[in-house]
């Protein structure tokens, strides 16, 4: 059950609910107004664009009620300052050790939550690692499988250079892969969805950007997935990662103990426009 339903009093039989379900399954009902049939309720995408798109906030569906979403009109950011963030937010790599505020940490994660999927799959699963103190306990147990490895010299074809990250480790207990961050996230999807490694990309970059907005520093941390996924892959049982996720990315986050004063001049950006006057050549049909 969809538990799609319209509140009468509100509704105005504008029919935007029906235009705009993607999967068409709205129509007027014999009472004129919107339903969804029982056969048909087998093929909602879940996306709730009829909640979305309704003017009066007459429609509630899968137990969700307009009253409890935001509005959009007039509480979207300022372009130019969102162009500022896009353009200004940095990769950091020097943080403070201090762990996030819980409310804080719960609230990125679920506004990140939000980003689209393919088919609105909605299963990007979140691996975090909430506390300064697991993340060190993590990097411990990287940095002495690493080193096994380099001793052994056994680390894969194409991965020789993380034996100078086990040997700055050892000379200065410098952490170059993760960065003496507090927290860890690591977005993973089941292989069976469309999409999986899009999913997840798409998922991390909303938690950037998000992340960014609220002074929290971010870094997309290749290192640390190719230690974690590729040399050292029972990492992943050991984090919980199921065996049938696709491991997307991982980001190591936390209070910066830097800060960038202007955005850089990257540019200009490659565009190719692809059948460049070919529209207007076209024959008619």
């Known amino acids: ?13 504008c029919g935007e609910c029906i235009t705009d379900c993607p999967s068409r399954i709205i129509s007027f009902g014999e009472d004129g107004y919107p339903t969804i049939t029982a056969e048909k309720e087998g093929t909602c995408y879940r996306c709730q664009h009829c909640l979305a798109i309704c003017p009066t906030g007459a429609v509630s569906i899968l137990g969700h009620h307009a009253s409890f979403s935001h509005l959009l009109k007039g509480a979207l950011p300022d372009p130019d300052a969102l162009e500022t963030l896009i353009r200004g937010r940095r990769s950091v790599r020097r943080f403070k ?6 409310v804080l940490f719960q ?6 939550w939000q980003a689209p999927t393919g088919v609105n799959s909605r299963q990007v699963r979140f691996t975090v690692l909430d506390s300064h103190d697991k993340v060190a306990l993590l990097r411990d147990e990287v940095m002495a499988g690493l080193t ?21 480790w050892e000379k200065h207990r410098s952490d170059v892969i993760f960065r003496d961050a507090p927290h860890l996230l690591i977005a993973s999807a ?5 999409s999986p490694m899009q999913d997840c ?19 997309w941390n290749g290192l ?20 049938d996720h696709h491991f997307g990315y991982a980001m190591v986050f936390g209070k910066p103990a830097v800060h960038y004063a202007r955005t850089v001049q990257h540019g200009p950006a ?3 426009r692809a059948l460049e006057g070919e529209a207007s050549e076209a024959p008619a049909l």
């Open 201 to 219: 990309m798409i998922a991390l970059a909303s938690f950037d950007l998000f992340a960014q907005a609220n002074g929290v520093g971010t870094l």
């Open 190 to 194: 089941p292989h069976s969805v469309a």
């Open 1 to 13: 059950m969809i538990d799609f339903k319209v509140n009468r009093q509100s509704c105005t039989l």
């Open 97 to 102: 050790q201090e762990n996030l505020d819980p």
């Open 148 to 168: 096994r490895l380099v001793n052994n010299n056994a680390l894969p074809d194409g991965m020789g250079f993380f034996a100078n990250f086990v040997s700055i």
């Open 270 to 272: 490659l565009i190719y």
């Open 224 to 243: 640390a997935k190719w230690a974690m996924n590729e040399i050292l892959p029972e990492t992943r049982h050991r984090l919980g990662i199921p065996a």
């Open 107 to 112: 609230r990125l994660l679920d506004v990140a």
